[in-house]
């Protein structure tokens, strides 16, 4: 069968593969058929379409029976979306200081959600019960925002892994003191893949109530989705995806490639393959005399201490972007499409870097 036709052309050379982002990566070609499967027909729009309608029976068997999907757009909505759902007006989120919602989302989670973040520094991009505690005060006071929530990321922003029994203990702790529990899992697969667990093991059986499942990082083309676990926790869902600008006209093709990841295993295949790829790099990285690794390679990225000058010189050859200009320290990530080729020819790249 011919491939439809179009007056699109192709404006970039699809061999060349980098390590700034695993957002960079296409969408993976299961994904893209989904979409194909998809297409053609009417279908009812806005969530009412029966591929939606069956991304509820696949969350259920990932979270549980009593689990409930809603799909938007991106990863910041999701995020915004979910803490909405869980927070009052004169609510408060704790999360740590490198949070996503704290650093890279525009301020969208105060502005947008109209909540207040309380971070806290953290060595390594992962919360605890007494971490939380410099922030879980003053719930009667007027003059402070309210903690409501306490947001975690897994995998976090520095690329370490939370286990089970330590999201459980941050549960208990927040539950404790009336805090509902979000998880950003923008990265989930890696960390179950990493964990080598189910990703319920550390969602809904370690006491989360609300996560942001992410697609796009993971070979969707576009889309996440806010999953709620405790249906106690949230109130009027639907009004706030309408009202935050999530909700998707056409949802059917944001559910079906969810479906195409989690029905069975791309997922699974995907996030274990990007996680081999860090683990190869950091290996190579090692063995190189005058680089660093700053923290566990634990999911899919690796960041490194180098000096500046390489850096700017090996960001001539391949994509990537400084994590803290000042202090010479580079994320290197890897995505479901980083081939065994990709990660060599990097390290050969830095090799001759650094010996210049």
Same mark, same amino acid.
């Given at each position: 069968?011919?491939?439809?036709?179009?007056?699109?052309?192709?404006?970039?050379?699809?061999?060349?593969?980098?390590?700034?982002?695993?957002?960079?990566?296409?969408?993976?070609?299961?994904?893209?058929?989904?979409?194909?499967?998809?297409?053609?027909?009417? #279908?009812?729009?806005?969530?009412?379409?029966? *591929? =939606?309608?069956?991304?509820? &029976?696949? /969350?259920?068997? %990932?979270?549980? +029976?009593?689990?409930?999907?809603?799909?938007?757009?991106?990863?910041?909505?999701?995020?915004?979306?979910?803490?909405?759902?869980?927070?009052?007006?004169?609510?408060?989120?704790?999360?740590?200081?490198?949070?996503?919602?704290?650093?890279?989302?525009?301020?969208?989670?105060?502005?947008?959600?109209?909540?207040?973040?309380?971070?806290?520094?953290?060595?390594?991009?992962?919360?605890?019960?007494?971490?939380?505690?410099?922030?879980?005060?003053?719930?009667?006071?007027?003059?402070?925002?309210?903690?409501?929530?306490?947001?975690?990321? #897994?995998?976090?922003?520095?690329?370490?892994? *939370? =286990?089970?029994?330590?999201? &459980?203990? /941050?549960?208990? %702790?927040?539950? +404790?003191?009336?805090?509902?529990?979000?998880?950003?899992?923008?990265?989930?697969?890696?960390?179950?893949?990493?964990?080598?667990?189910?990703?319920?093991?550390?969602?809904?059986?370690?006491?989360?109530?609300?996560?942001?499942?992410?697609?796009?990082?993971?070979?969707?083309?576009?889309?996440?989705?806010?999953?709620?676990?405790?249906?106690?926790?949230?109130?009027?869902?639907?009004?706030?995806?309408?009202?935050?600008?999530?909700?998707?006209?056409?949802?059917?093709?944001?559910?079906?490639?969810?479906?195409?990841?989690?029905?069975?295993?791309?997922?699974?295949?995907?996030?274990?393959?990007?996680?081999?790829?860090?683990?190869?790099?950091?290996?190579?990285?090692? +063995?190189?005399?005058?680089?660093?690794?700053?923290?566990?390679?634990?999911?899919?990225?690796?960041?490194?201490?180098?000096?500046?000058?390489?850096?700017?010189?090996?960001?001539?050859?391949?994509?990537?972007?400084?994590?803290?200009?000042?202090?010479?320290?580079?994320?290197?990530?890897?995505?479901?499409?980083?081939?065994?080729?990709?990660?060599?020819?990097?390290?050969?790249?830095?090799?001759?870097?650094?010996?210049?």
């Amino acid at each position: 069968m011919n491939p439809p036709k179009t007056d699109a052309r192709r404006h970039h050379d699809p061999e060349v593969r980098g390590f700034a982002s695993d957002n960079y990566a296409g969408a993976h070609p299961e994904v893209l058929a989904a979409l194909a499967v998809a297409n053609g027909g009417h #279908q009812v729009a806005y969530g009412e379409d029966v *591929y =939606t309608e069956n991304l509820q &029976r696949v /969350i259920r068997s %990932h979270f549980g +029976a009593s689990a409930e999907a809603f799909p938007v757009f991106n990863g910041t909505g999701a995020n915004v979306v979910a803490l909405q759902a869980v927070t009052d007006r004169w609510g408060a989120v704790i999360c740590a200081e490198s949070a996503h919602i704290n650093v890279d989302e525009g301020g969208a989670p105060e502005r947008v959600g109209g909540l207040k973040l309380l971070t806290v520094p953290t060595p390594d991009g992962k919360l605890t019960p007494e971490l939380i505690d410099r922030q879980a005060w003053g719930w009667e006071d007027e003059h402070r925002a309210m903690p409501q929530v306490v947001s975690i990321t #897994q995998s976090t922003e520095l690329g370490t892994l *939370y =286990t089970p029994d330590e999201i &459980r203990a /941050i549960c208990e %702790h927040a539950h +404790a003191h009336g805090m509902k529990v979000h998880l950003d899992g923008s990265r989930i697969a890696n960390a179950a893949a990493s964990l080598d667990v189910p990703m319920r093991t550390f969602t809904n059986a370690a006491g989360v109530d609300i996560l942001s499942l992410g697609g796009t990082k993971n070979g969707a083309l576009f889309g996440e989705a806010v999953v709620v676990l405790n249906q106690d926790a949230v109130r009027r869902m639907k009004h706030l995806r309408k009202q935050s600008m999530q909700l998707a006209s056409k949802m059917r093709f944001v559910s079906v490639q969810l479906e195409a990841l989690l029905a069975k295993d791309l997922w699974l295949r995907n996030a274990r393959h990007a996680n081999e790829m860090a683990q190869r790099l950091a290996e190579g990285v090692r +063995a190189v005399h005058g680089v660093e690794i700053l923290y566990p390679v634990q999911a899919n990225g690796v960041f490194a201490r180098l000096p500046h000058d390489v850096s700017e010189r090996l960001q001539k050859r391949f994509r990537f972007y400084f994590w803290d200009e000042g202090a010479g320290v580079v994320r290197w990530m890897c995505a479901f499409d980083t081939t065994e080729e990709d990660v060599d020819a990097f390290l050969a790249a830095l090799k001759e870097e650094m010996a210049r």
